[in-house]
């Protein structure tokens, strides 16, 4: 998720993009206040509106970019280290006139911004080194200035497809230690994870493989997530988690080919890619939902990464460029982003992740080792441990909270595994029988279910599955598509549950409603989740009170419901309680307990 390191939100989602604006569009700002993005970059610093977006979105995270022609970080004005830093106030001096920074405009003693890039897109990664150096010069005196003015300067942002750990170590180090925030471009075409996948199914490049990548290939990661690249390769092993990633650009674009590629986005009419380049071609415009499909993807990986905060559509809201329309995301895509948008639980709010050791080079990796006992259910949050030696238990380890089953069904169409866990953006191993390892997202592939995931299953043998501490091996004929609905299903006698009559009271009239206060507490180490809690009555009556919940350990899930009878005489009432998914629940008698002792009630 997000560490909450510098700039804390009041709430997650269940994504990490955010809005690029260029222009003061009013369906754009529109866009904003519906979804309330929790990063903006605007290129547009109308002073109401920004107010206005600070002031109905306290906890969005607000980054302006100033457009100037040329861009002299020195380099046009003598290329010394003194030219680079003057240019670099000059910059920082020039933004800080804008009206919208002005101090009767800040919002709770505040500035509205919080934060500001410099230039964009100066120069590729291979230029030469003096020409680097001058721009951390550059970088470095921009920074202080603003932060001298209370504002967070956000570093480099070069064009996709560049960055270099290795490199910015050398050549950055100013800017490393000056910034908190960093900001990358990230695009690619016809998909999104075009070249990462080539990268993770091509040869073996031992050299090019970095800590975090998936052992495989030469580890991908080379337009889209080149963030990650970046980072684990040197940096976050130096710096930890001194800096927080923005993706301050990404999407996709023709001009990631190169030559004659132009720089249009998915919507454009006519395809420039050269004709020869194998995997560049395609019908344009890119249908939405395949776009949409890249764009599900790719946050499935930014949400792994805890140190990337999020990632902003370029562009929502296009004006300035007739070519800018063609990269649009207002409209289709952010329909399925309103309707794919979920707040997270409080819990994430406060989940980090440990920075990873440095590694010398990333393998396969291992599968997991299957054991005999009945599977533990491990909490949401992933986090390293360091591990210390256990004393042997005096006594029988606790029984768990829960176990889990799985349903397989096989189908027509491409052999491929897809499998559903039921919870979103969890991390699934799958150790296929050849060795190849693919690390995959719940979630990810919604069709398949709440919890969805899909890889290729063409390689026959056994499949080895693994999420949340549990551990499945199937056997696969690689011939056939498969689908496997992993259920959850935690043990009744995980929870102490008492119902009483809020009334103080158990005699009613026909008609009148019965109300009563439920409290079902998890008294193991575990969370407990249920899919459906509710009243049931010796009538045959049922009454869901809840669904699809989650009590954490040692938390007690405290409820008030009613519900009235027809006709007089005694009944019984009883608190009913589903341990499988909803779906599960609505289909099948497992997993469903009935506690005792119930409620007898008296109807005249």
């Known amino acids: 998720m997000y560490h909450q390191k510098y700039h804390k939100f009041n709430t997650l989602y269940n994504h990490k993009y955010g809005f690029h604006i260029t222009g003061p569009r009013q369906d754009a700002f529109d866009a904003v206040f519906r979804l309330r993005p929790k990063v903006v970059k605007t290129l547009d610093f109308s002073v109401e509106v920004m107010k206005r977006i600070r002031q109905e979105i306290p906890d969005v995270f607000l980054i302006g970019r100033l457009f100037v022609h040329p861009q002299d970080f020195g380099q046009l004005s003598g290329s010394t280290a003194e030219a680079a830093r003057k240019k670099g106030v000059e910059m920082a001096e020039r933004i800080l006139r804008e009206e919208v920074n002005r101090d009767i405009h800040h919002i709770n003693g505040r500035p509205v911004f919080h934060a500001w890039e410099s230039l964009n897109e100066v120069f590729p990664e291979w230029t030469d080194e003096n020409t680097h ?147 560049g071609v395609v019908a344009t415009p890119i249908p939405v939902d395949d776009y949409w499909q890249s764009l599900l993807w790719y946050n499935s990986e930014l949400m792994k990464d805890d140190f990337v905060m999020g990632a902003c559509l370029f562009v929502t809201g296009a004006s300035g460029k007739a070519e800018w329309d063609t990269f649009e995301h207002l409209g289709p895509i952010m329909d399925r982003l309103a309707a794919f948008q979920q707040v997270l639980g409080s819990d994430y709010l406060t989940s980090a992740t440990t920075v990873p050791e440095p590694l010398a080079a990333v393998s396969a990796v291992p599968a997991v080792a299957l054991t005999g006992s009945a599977p533990v259910v491990e909490a949401a949050a992933f986090s390293r441990v360091t591990a210390t030696e256990v004393a042997e238990p005096a006594a029988a380890p606790p029984k768990p909270a829960s176990r889990w089953t ?80 992993f259920n959850q299903m ?18 009613y009239a026909v008609g009148e409603k019965v109300f009563v206060s439920i409290q079902v507490t998890n008294i193991t180490a575990e969370p407990v989740p249920f899919g459906i809690l509710g009243l049931l009555t010796s009538a045959g009556q049922f009454q869901t009170s809840w669904d699809n919940g989650v009590i954490p350990p040692g938390q007690t899930f405290r409820h008030e419901d009613g519900l009235a009878f027809n006709s007089p005489g005694a009944y019984k009432l009883q608190l009913s309680i589903c341990f499988s998914r909803k779906d599960a629940c609505l289909s099948s008698d497992e997993g469903w307990k009935r506690f005792e002792p119930g409620l007898d009630v008296m109807v005249q």
């Open 133 to 279: 150096k001058l721009y951390d010069e550059y970088q470095v005196a921009f920074g202080q200035k603003m932060l001298a003015a209370g504002f967070e300067p956000v570093a480099f942002n070069f064009g996709q497809g560049n960055g270099n750990g290795p490199q910015w170590l050398k050549l950055y180090a100013g800017t490393l230690e000056t910034y908190k925030y960093l900001g990358f471009h990230e695009y690619d075409w016809p998909t999104m994870d075009r070249l990462h996948q080539i990268g993770l199914n091509g040869p073996v490049e031992m050299h090019n493989r970095v800590p975090g990548g998936e052992g495989r290939g030469n580890d991908g990661m080379w337009r889209c997530l080149r963030y990650r690249r970046v980072m684990n390769n040197g940096i976050r092993q130096q710096y930890g988690d001194k800096h927080t990633v923005i993706i301050t650009e990404c999407g996709m674009t023709q001009g990631v080919w190169g030559g004659p590629s132009l720089d249009i986005g998915p919507w454009a009419k006519e395809c420039t890619v050269p004709r020869d380049i194998p995997g």
């Open 406 to 485: 799985y349903t397989l069904t096989p189908g027509q169409g491409l052999p491929l595994l897809v499998g559903d866990i039921g919870v979103k953006n969890e991390r699934v191993t799958v150790v296929k029988p050849d060795g190849v390892v693919d690390q995959l997202t719940s979630g990810s592939k919604p069709e398949h279910g709440q919890g969805g995931f899909e890889t290729y299953g063409n390689v026959p043998g056994t499949y080895k599955i693994q999420f949340l501490g549990q551990n499945f091996e199937i056997p696969l004929s690689g011939q056939q598509f498969t689908k496997i609905v």
């Open 490 to 507: 935690a043990d009744p006698d995980s929870v102490q549950v008492t119902i009483s009559f809020r009334d103080g009271r158990s005699t």
